[in-house]
T-cell receptor, first 109, second 114 residues
Framework: GQNIDQPTEMTATEGAIVQINCTYQ??????LFWYQQHAGEAPTFLSY??LDGLEEKGRFSSFLSRSKGYSYLLLKELQMKDSASYLC??????????WGAGTKLIIKP | GAVVSQHPSWVICKSGTSVKIECRSL??????MFWYRQFPKQSLMLMAT?????????EQGVEKDKFLINHASLTLSTLTVTSAHPEDSSFYIC??????????FGPGTRLLVL
């Protein structure tokens, strides 16, 4: 079957750095996405990785290793507004998005 | 970036009535749109994939006669919840895909069936 694993919840301190991991087993691979979802709101697109390596976008970076079926989202200089759920999703061989359950990130002052 | 709108954002209705939710891609053409449902503190659940001009593809366990999807144009898809019941109360979110890559989400519609 197809599976996306990410931690259920993480806690970090304002100003610090946090890394949210995602591992996947899917039938084929056509890219990995990270979305941010604040409570009560719809997800917003953060990043897309299809080749191995690190993609940096401001305070957020996303890394992919296809051989290991692994990705992480790195958030630097954490702000209180970064408290949200972070969803990892993989596009499989049929171009279907397979969603992880999300990681709830709690930022403490 | 790509913008997707949804209307209405909130709807409260009586049990047995039908509710229509619209999803529009505002600044791009979306050949494919997706409808999701999300219950509190749970992950997104894909309900159906909608392709412009053809019938929607429903996920297993989703009743196509209850959740009617119409994708009449490259910028508009509608979801109609027919004969809604309290258990249909949920957060319904649409998304639209630009080409083959990224899905952009609408702001969601909260449905409360009394």
């Amino acid at each position: 079957g197809q599976n996306i694993d990410q931690p259920t919840e993480m806690t970090a301190t304002e100003g610090a750095i946090v890394q949210i991991n995602c591992t996947y087993q899917t039938s084929g691979f056509n890219g990995l996405f990270w979305y941010q979802q604040h409570a009560g709101e719809a997800p917003t697109f953060l990043s897309y990785n299809v080749l191995d390596g690190l993609e940096e976008k401001g305070r957020f970076s996303s890394f992919l290793s296809r051989s290991k079926g692994y990705s992480y989202l790195l958030l630097k200089e954490l702000q209180m507004k970064d408290s949200a759920s972070y969803l990892c999703a993989v596009k499989d061989s049929n171009y279907q998005l397979i969603w992880g359950a999300g990681t709830k990130l709690i930022i403490k002052p | 970036g790509a913008v997707v709108s949804q209307h209405p954002s909130w709807v409260i209705c009586k049990s047995g009535t039908s509710v229509k939710i619209e999803c529009r891609s505002l600044d791009f053409q979306a050949t494919t749109m997706f409808w999701y449902r999300q219950f509190p503190k749970q992950s997104l659940m894909l309900m159906a994939t909608s392709n412009e001009g053809s019938k929607a593809t429903y996920e297993q366990g989703v009743e196509k006669d209850k959740f009617l999807i119409n994708h009449a144009s490259l910028t508009l898809s509608t979801l109609t919840v027919t004969s809604a019941h309290p258990e249909d109360s949920s957060f319904y979110i649409c998304s639209a895909r630009d080409g083959e890559v990224t899905q952009y989400f609408g702001p969601g519609t909260r449905l409360l069936v009394l």
